[in-house]
């Protein structure tokens, strides 16, 4: 019985680890990634996960691709992903000043 137990833990755990491959190599490319130093690559790493983290607690419907490009071209959307993160600051867009 433990062995049983044992193995729908195993494919439990491995089920979430590959849904979540999934979506990073779906949504940020990992897998066609050119970074090749170690710390460099594991912290473009983390900096994904935490955007992707982002991208899903974000109330707005839609996929984390287009979550993704949104905040690329928007910066009140890139301000209203960050917020959480400082509820006690009023979190203003970046204005460009062109010359």
């Keep these: 019985m433990e062995a049983v137990k044992l193995g729908?833990?195993?494919?439990?755990?491995?089920?979430?680890?590959?849904?979540?491959?999934?979506?990073?190599?779906?949504?940020?490319?990992?897998?066609?990634s050119q970074v090749r130093d170690v710390p460099a690559a594991h912290n473009l790493s983390l900096m994904q996960e935490f955007a992707m983290k982002l991208l899903k607690d974000h109330p707005l419907k839609g996929s984390l691709?287009?979550?993704?490009?949104?905040?690329?071209?928007?910066?009140?959307?890139?301000?209203?992903?960050?917020?959480p993160l400082f509820p006690h600051f009023s979190v203003s867009p970046a204005v460009s000043h062109v010359p």
């Design 8 to 32: 729908g833990c195993i494919r439990a755990h491995w089920a979430i680890e590959n849904q979540w491959h999934h979506v990073l190599d779906t949504t940020f490319g990992e897998d066609d």
């Design 65 to 83: 691709r287009s979550k993704r490009q949104r905040a690329a071209l928007s910066p009140e959307f890139r301000s209203q992903l960050i917020q």
